[in-house]
């Protein structure tokens, strides 16, 4: 079924104050193993969802944290599909920098699939009622929609230690203000999707070494790389979880050729 059609019966459904259906995931990547794990939806886990991802039609039962549970490891392992090649290269990291992690599934993910339980995860995110997103326009210092709260229960759920969450409303939303350098650092539908990364981008190559890999989803509708040319970086496409058939950009940079190998 064409991807306009899924997005049409989805439409439909919503309307119809319907929940979602595991038709509406891609097959393959939500057939993977399920690294990051849900637990039941909650009040709280439903507000802190419904929060950062408007888009999700989530109910207070077990079809719905099976659903949430399959889209957000299928996200990881596209993501992950594209980024091996580097972080192989990279090899084991000495510091991570997650930049709005959300939830927390990328930051369980990379912990369990690359076996860095004991390397120190930094998290970088804020808590708010609202949002400012901008796609190619300025960036707020008061724009924030995580729920921290629940960001670290989640990941206390999934037995994940060893990280350190950073606010930051308090670093002006600067990342300056953090600890780096890191050697892998990522942010998956934030930096360089709902805020464009030319506004990121010195304070990023600020908390790189030369070896450090940089992994950031880009909104389709980006077409402007003028601005890394300087830049080593590669454009690559990776296939998404939700919804089925959707398929994203994700830039790969680092301050070294080297860093990225073959192009």
């Given at each position: 079924?064409s991807?306009i059609?899924?997005?049409?019966k989805?439409?439909?459904?919503k309307?119809?104050?319907?929940?979602?259906?595991?038709?509406?995931?891609?097959?393959?990547?939500?057939?993977?193993?399920?690294?990051f794990r849900s637990p039941?939806?909650?009040?709280?886990?439903?507000?802190?969802?419904?929060?950062i991802?408007?888009?999700?039609?989530?109910?207070p039962?077990e079809?719905?944290?099976?659903f949430?549970?399959?889209?957000?490891?299928g996200?990881?392992w596209?993501?992950?599909e594209?980024?091996?090649?580097?972080?192989d290269?990279?090899?084991?990291p000495?510091?991570?920098?997650?930049?709005?992690?959300g939830?927390?599934?990328?930051?369980?993910f990379?912990?369990k699939?690359?076996?860095?339980d004991?390397?120190?995860l930094?998290?970088?995110e804020?808590?708010?009622?609202a949002?400012?997103?901008?796609?190619?326009?300025?960036r707020?210092?008061?724009?924030?929609?995580g729920t921290?709260?629940?960001?670290?229960s989640?990941l206390?759920?999934?037995?994940?230690r060893?990280?350190e969450?950073?606010?930051?409303?308090?670093?002006g939303?600067?990342?300056?203000?953090?600890p780096?350098p890191y050697?892998?650092i990522?942010?998956?539908?934030?930096?360089?999707?709902?805020?464009?990364?030319?506004h990121f981008?010195?304070?990023?190559?600020?908390?790189?070494?030369?070896?450090s890999?940089?992994a950031f989803?880009?909104?389709?509708?980006f077409?402007?790389?003028?601005?890394?040319?300087?830049?080593?970086?590669?454009v690559v496409?990776?296939?998404g979880?939700?919804?089925?058939?959707k398929?994203?950009?994700?830039?790969?940079m680092?301050?070294?050729?080297?860093a990225?190998g073959?192009?």
């Open positions: 079924m991807q059609a899924n997005h049409l989805s439409q439909v459904r309307k119809l104050g319907l929940g979602h259906r595991l038709s509406e995931l891609d097959p393959r990547l939500s057939a993977m193993e399920p690294l039941p939806m909650t009040p709280e886990l439903l507000a802190a969802i419904k929060l991802s408007p888009q999700f039609r989530l109910r039962d079809v719905s944290r099976i949430w549970e399959k889209n957000q490891n996200a990881c596209g993501e992950y594209k980024l091996k090649p580097y972080l290269r990279l090899g084991t000495e510091k991570v920098l997650d930049i709005g992690p939830l927390g599934r990328s930051a369980v990379f912990k699939v690359r076996g860095w004991a390397v120190p930094h998290l970088f804020g808590s708010g009622t949002t400012r997103y901008t796609r190619a326009g300025p707020f210092e008061d724009s924030f929609c921290p709260e629940v960001l670290m989640l206390e759920y999934n037995g994940i060893n990280c969450l950073y606010d930051a409303t308090r670093l939303a600067r990342l300056a203000g953090l780096g050697d892998f990522y942010s998956f539908f934030a930096i360089g999707f709902h805020w464009s990364i030319e981008l010195d304070e990023l190559l600020g908390l790189m070494r030369d070896r890999i940089g989803t880009l909104h389709n509708r077409r402007d790389l003028s601005l890394l040319r300087q830049v080593p970086h590669r496409h990776f296939d979880s939700y919804p089925r058939g398929s994203w950009r994700m830039l790969v680092a301050k070294s050729e080297s990225l073959p192009a």
